[in-house]
Nanobody
Framework: QVQLVESGGGLVQAGGSLRLSCAAS????????MGWFRQTPGKEREFVGV????????MYADFVKGRFIIVRDNAKNTMFLQMNNLNPDDTAVYYC?????????????????WGQGTQVTVSS
């Protein structure tokens, strides 16, 4: 069972940038479709974006609006979420998730493995 560990969260001012990382414990990472989700207190976890196993295809939630970019480095078993032009509405715990099956899925239930999350706080 692959272990996923997120890092890179923190406090940033509105308009700033952060890069989150998701490190996987196993080389099987290269075969997984990888996603990012986020959650704020009292709300359901919501889809942010997903990248195919090869890194060649991505899909994003509408609210991203070109501000976020997902890339992966299969040689290093790591995925990244580059977040630019952040605003206070982006404040949340961000989770990475791995999906064994191929296909870009926005649904939380389609993912098999989850990290513990990293907090992102955007101040106004």
């Amino acid at each position: 069972q692959v272990q996923l560990v997120e890092s890179g969260g923190g406090l940033v001012q509105a308009g700033g940038s952060l890069r989150l990382s998701c490190a996987a414990s196993e080389r099987t990472f290269r075969f997984y479709t990888m996603g990012w989700f986020r959650q704020t207190p009292g709300k359901e976890r919501e889809f942010v974006g997903v990248v195919s196993w090869s890194g060649g295809t991505t899909m994003y939630a509408d609210f991203v609006k070109g501000r976020f970019i997902i890339v992966r480095d299969n040689a290093k078993n790591t995925m990244f979420l580059q977040m630019n032009n952040l605003n206070p509405d982006d404040t949340a715990v961000y989770y990475c998730a791995a999906r064994v099956d191929r296909g870009l899925e926005p649904k939380e239930g389609a993912y098999d493995y989850w990290g513990q999350g990293t907090q992102v706080t955007v101040s106004s």
